[in-house]
């Protein structure tokens, strides 16, 4: 298909297959930002060990579990794979389940495993759910695109990482008109656009910190900081002074509560900055910052570069 639409000599852009960027410009998802994310994710729950479950079928997919497996190992920690040598159709379940199924039981645990989509996510999930292994007590489960009926019928419902498509349809029709109009955009033109943050349900919503402690201050910090939630009212709410919380954060998380908070707070700012067109004074004002100018200044100060141009970078098709 794509010899087909060379051939034609018409204006074209590639949204798919990444390894035609050589031939056309390019608009696609950040994949290692998605293995970051998610990797994140299930360190902020305390899960110790870590696998991604993916296909061979596809460079995209590929490309994820090279960055998740990648990003993990820059920060000193191991993980296993298993890649199945095509994803669809599945010629015998039962084999493929089974298959699965043992790999789960090879895995130290508890692990937090990455789908490199939700098809497949599902299906670890179903693998789980044979094997008798809790999810997401032994296992914790994060997909890809985020397909609302996999996710919300998947027992438990699936956490999954959005993805930006709309953003992406909106940035790939933007290229397209500038080479219709003659424009000569530079060869291998590329745009990769962040992921939308993600969607937690229950398949990875636990945390799983062994001191009780900062597995306590760690939900509450999650549900509450972007609602004004300080280290004070924090320390009230468990009982504890505030150098103990401290020392036993710093341990587990090796950040502060202070830090832990300010990292919750801007992780809902700069999914609000791309999701919506609210001002930077509303954002400020759901965020727990008490001005729009206070959020200006802790933003820049701790990313490098003011909301709106976050927001401006994030939404390249605006």
Same mark, same amino acid.
């Given at each position: 298909m794509a010899d087909q639409v060379s051939a034609t000599g018409l204006?074209?852009?590639?949204?798919?297959?990444?390894h035609l960027r050589e031939?056309?410009?390019?608009?696609?998802?950040?994949?290692?930002?998605?293995?970051?994310?998610?990797?994140e994710h299930f360190l902020e729950r305390g899960?110790?060990?870590?696998?991604?479950?993916?296909?061979?079928?596809?460079?995209?997919?590929?490309?994820?579990?090279?960055?998740?497996?990648?990003?993990?190992?820059?920060?000193?920690?191991t993980c296993s794979t298993l890649l199945e040598t095509a994803s669809y159709p599945v010629v015998d379940w039962e084999k493929?389940?089974?298959?699965? +199924?043992?790999?789960?039981? *090879?895995?130290?645990?508890?692990?937090?495993?990455?789908? @490199?989509?939700? !098809?497949?996510?599902?299906?670890?999930?179903e693998a789980c759910l044979r094997a008798g292994i809790s999810v997401p007590g032994e296992v914790g489960v994060v997909g890809v695109e985020n397909d609302e009926t996999l996710c919300a019928f998947a027992s438990p419902p699936m956490s999954s990482v959005r993805l930006p498509g709309v953003d992406a349809g909106f940035c790939a029709a933007q290229m397209l008109d500038r080479m219709m109009r003659g424009e000569r955009l530079e060869a291998g033109a590329e745009i990769?656009?962040?992921?939308?943050?993600? +969607?937690?349900?229950?398949? *990875?919503?636990?945390?799983?910190?062994?001191?009780?402690? @900062?597995?306590? !201050?760690?939900?509450?910090i999650r549900d509450e900081a972007p609602f004004g939630l300080n280290v004070e009212a924090l320390c009230l709410r468990l009982h504890t002074s505030r150098s103990t919380l401290e020392r036993r954060m710093k341990a587990a998380l090796q950040r502060t509560p202070k830090q832990e908070i300010?990292?919750?707070?801007f992780r809902e700012v700069e999914r609000l900055l791309i999701e919506t067109d609210l001002t930077v004074e509303a954002i400020a004002e759901q965020t727990g910052f008490l001005e729009g100018h206070h959020l200006q200044s802790a933003f820049k100060q701790a990313r490098g570069i003011t909301p709106g141009a976050y927001r401006s970078r994030g939404k390249l098709a605006g």
């Open positions: 204006p074209a852009v590639e949204l798919r297959s990444s031939r056309r410009s390019f608009v696609g998802v950040d994949n290692a930002r998605i293995g970051s994310l998610v990797a899960y110790p060990h870590f696998a991604v479950y993916g296909t061979e079928n596809e460079r995209f997919f590929s490309e994820r579990v090279q960055k998740f497996v990648t990003f993990l190992q820059g920060l000193g920690e493929t389940l089974a298959h699965l +199924v043992a790999w789960l039981r *090879s895995l130290p645990k508890p692990v937090g495993i990455l789908a @490199v989509n939700d !098809a497949l996510g599902s299906r670890l999930l990769l656009l962040p992921p939308g943050g993600i +969607v937690c349900r229950r398949s *990875s919503d636990e945390f799983l910190h062994a001191d009780g402690l @900062v597995a306590a !201050a760690a939900r509450l300010l990292r919750v707070r």
